[in-house]
T-cell receptor, first 112, second 114 residues
Framework: DQQVKQNSPSLSVQEGRISILNCDYT??????FLWYKKYPAEGPTFLIS?????DKNEDGRFTVFLNKSAKHLSLHIVPSQPGDSAVYFC???????????FGTGTRLQVTL | GAGVSQSPRYKVAKRGQDVALRCDPI?????LFWYQQALGQGPEFLTY??????LDKSGLPSDRFFAERPEGSVSTLKIQRTQQEDSAVYLC???WGGGEETQYFGPGTRLLVL
């Protein structure tokens, strides 16, 4: 039972353009969502998060949008840079259960 | 240290061998988590500590897996009688407390069971 889904295993974007990574979830009890970035042979690095009481959170080039009615969130990276090439994981948890539930990841490649 | 550290970074074990994986969380972090990441998958929750108390071990796949955090700081994940299906990356994460907080991950221990 995959409660957090990232349906695109990979995405290729040109440098300078916008990257949009998508995530869907099924558990309506999730109230906090996070995006992590992972390089090979390293642990996931926290990128940005959003509480369920908000619909948008922005941090520099990164913006996360949350659509609770659709149980969908997305990460926008603009402009995309070659150093953004990594695997991006969407994760969620409920306030009462601290464990994170992760999606399967989307590999982003930013080309020159 | 500044971040979460884990050791060893790589471990090769023969099937049936016991292994112990260590996690040093960020200083002062109350909560500590262990996750298992299989190839091509996202991390999956194993167990959670708040200080020395193990509050959730629902993700441990079998009784061969055991975790402890006796002094509320360093944690050890032990796998007894390893099997080939235990081959994965084991990630440790820590956070300030148990609420809506960011979890910070270590580099992981890659375990290969032959």
């Amino acid at each position: 039972d995959q409660q957090v889904k990232q349906n695109s295993p990979s995405l290729s974007v040109q440098e300078g353009r916008i990257s949009i990574l998508n995530c869907d979830y099924t558990n309506s009890m999730f109230d906090y969502f996070l995006w992590y970035k992972k390089y090979p042979a390293e642990g996931p690095t926290f990128l940005i998060s959003i509480s369920s009481i908000k619909d948008k959170n922005e941090d520099g080039r990164f913006t996360v949008f949350l659509n609770k009615s659709a149980k969908h969130l997305s990460l926008h990276i603009v402009p995309s840079q070659p150093g953004d090439s990594a695997v991006y994981f969407c994760a969620a948890h409920t306030g009462t259960a601290s464990k994170l539930t992760f999606g399967t990841g989307t590999r982003l490649q930013v080309t020159l | 240290g500044a971040g979460v550290s884990q050791s060893p970074r790589y471990k090769v074990a023969k099937r049936g061998q016991d292994v112990a994986l260590r996690c040093d969380p960020i200083s002062g972090h109350v909560s500590l988590f262990w996750y298992q990441q299989a190839l091509g998958q996202g991390p999956e929750f194993l167990t959670y500590f708040q200080n020395e108390a193990q509050l959730d071990k629902s993700g441990l796949p079998s009784d061969r897996f055991f975790a402890e955090r006796p002094e509320g700081s360093v944690s050890t994940l032990k796998i007894q009688r390893t099997q080939q299906e235990d081959s994965a990356v084991y990630l440790c994460a820590s956070s300030w407390g148990g609420g809506e907080e960011t979890q910070y991950f270590g580099p992981g221990t890659r375990l290969l069971v032959l």
